[in-house]
């Protein structure tokens, strides 16, 4: 079962930033928060995934809590083309060890 | 990172039918993975491929029905086999790396 629980829709207006919470209260010390999304009819992209620190891409910044029983993703100027699926998911570090999708949010960028 | 190709794009099918859907990695990844989504669902693992071993299956999944194939270490196959309309679905190819990357999916409609 998914270990996050994310809304399951927002909205947000273009050029504006798209602030997607989500809540993992159960992770462990050993897993890392990962952010993918899937935008309709096309396999999921990775974003960025962080431990503990905040961490920043070209796509994206990630806020984690101190506690780590939260984090927010970050799109810092939303475009039309950023309208998909957000899927927050808790992973361990193994590459053996696949990643388990919940529900996501679902984000709508108008223009 | 890693690129996915998955072959066929799409497809449609008569019950009773056996589709066979492949996985094309750019480079070698020990673990591949097999993912269903089915209309408006999110994304439920099926199978882990490693290579040279057999197939581990999430439950509600069974070998004889999702054979998967992992020859080598750049390629897979999953056969959806006497398939039925509860089959209609996207089904992803999964390969990990440091992060883990999708194909752009497969999607089958049976009739």
């Known amino acids: 079962d998914a270990k996050t629980t994310q809304p399951t829709s927002m909205d947000c207006a273009e050029g504006r930033a798209a602030n997607l919470p989500c809540n993992h209260s159960?992770?462990?010390?050993?897993?890392?928060v990962y952010w993918y999304r899937q935008i309709h009819s096309q396999g999921p992209q990775y974003i960025i995934h962080?431990?503990?620190n905040n961490e920043t891409n070209e796509m994206a910044s990630l806020i984690i809590t101190e506690d780590r029983k939260s984090s927010t993703l970050i799109l810092p100027h939303a475009t039309l083309r950023d309208t998909a699926v957000y899927y927050c998911?808790?992973?361990?570090?193994?590459?053996?060890?696949?990643?388990?999708f919940g529900k996501g949010t679902r984000l709508s960028v108008i223009a | 990172s890693a690129v996915i190709s998955q072959k066929p794009s799409r497809d449609i099918c008569q019950r009773g039918t056996s589709l066979t859907i492949q996985c094309q990695v750019d480079s070698q990844v020990t673990m591949m993975f097999w993912y269903r989504q089915q209309p408006g669902q999110s994304l439920t693992l099926i199978a882990t491929?490693?290579?040279?071993?057999?197939?581990?299956?999430e439950s509600g999944f069974v070998i004889d029905k999702f054979p998967i194939s992992r020859p080598n270490l750049t390629f897979s196959t999953l056969t959806v086999s006497n398939m039925s309309p509860e089959d209609s679905s996207i089904y992803l190819c999964s390969a990990a790396t440091e992060t883990q990357y999708f194909g752009p999916g497969t999607r089958l409609l049976v009739l």
């Open positions: 962080g431990l503990k």
């Open positions: 998911i808790v992973r361990q570090t193994s590459r053996n060890t696949p990643l388990v």
């Open positions: 491929a490693n290579q040279g071993s057999e197939a581990t299956y």
């Open positions: 159960t992770i462990s010390g050993n897993e890392y």
